[in-house]
């Protein structure tokens, strides 16, 4: 902040510098142009992996607009490739302060602190984000919400989120599939069954998720139901791992 302050103390000094000889301070507007091409420079270089030279860029963009939270996020993201948690999460951090109501800000710091296995904390952001009325794709927010709590475990609060997810999108396929998942790993196979019918109503399944189907099938004793997903799973996707594993069980 130190350096954000030096900065924007040399526009004052350089602005009243300016309206005494020159004409009128520098627009707004210039400073948000500048603010938006460092910005794009600072994103591209961090796709390519020049994440020094992506900080700072973005840095730059701050000094002349510390108001956008993509520009944190982004640097935030930067931090992290860089493995410098303490300002990632200073960064996540201030993106949401910018914008309490960026749905985005707050869906991308709480899938940051559930990385960081601080889980309570980001169900909370998970929670904020998800009622923004701005926010388009709750269900999306929702379903990440029950993933991370999945890996704390906390397989209840897990299946509140992705019925959740579905109430703010009927059949939303990703929540369908992960409590399919919560189901088969709590061993209630029958509501796991039920769940990937109403999965694959919707949604062209992976070999995976086939698979997954011959498992949930085994366990409740469905020799005709198993055949049936391990038929389809050979002929749709013959070359997958999952086929070998079905062909070398024969």
Request: hydrophobic share 40%; proline share 5%; aromatic share 10%.
């Amino acid at each position: 902040m130190k350096r954000l302050s030096f900065f924007l103390g040399v526009i004052v000094i350089l602005s009243g510098c300016v309206s005494t000889t020159t004409g009128p301070p520098e627009p707004q507007a210039d400073k948000e142009d500048a603010a938006e091409f460092n910005y794009q420079l600072g994103a591209r270089y961090y796709r390519n992996g020049n994440y020094e030279l992506a900080r700072d860029r973005l840095l730059l963009s701050i000094e002349f607009d510390a108001r956008r939270p993509v520009t944190w996020t982004t640097l935030a993201l930067t931090y992290e490739a860089l493995e410098n948690q303490r300002l990632a999460e200073d960064a996540y951090d201030q993106a949401v302060k910018v914008n309490p109501r960026s749905f985005d800000a707050l869906n991308a710091y709480a899938v940051y602190l559930c990385r960081q296995e601080k889980y309570n904390p980001a169900a909370r952001y998970f929670e904020r984000a998800a009622e923004l009325p701005n926010n388009d794709n709750a269900e999306i927010t929702l379903t990440n919400a029950g993933v991370c709590m999945a890996q704390k475990p906390d397989l209840a609060k897990a299946e509140e989120f992705f019925r959740e997810a579905l109430e703010a999108r009927n059949n939303h396929p990703e929540a369908l599939l992960q409590l399919t998942l919560l189901k088969f790993r709590v061993a209630d196979y029958m509501s796991a069954r039920a769940f990937l019918q109403r999965y694959l109503g919707r949604s062209v399944p992976s070999p995976a998720v086939l698979y997954l189907g011959v498992q949930i099938e085994d366990k409740l004793g469905d020799d005709k139901a198993k055949t049936d997903y391990e038929d389809r799973l050979i002929r749709e996707f013959p070359m997958s791992a999952e086929a070998r594993s079905v062909l070398a069980a024969d």
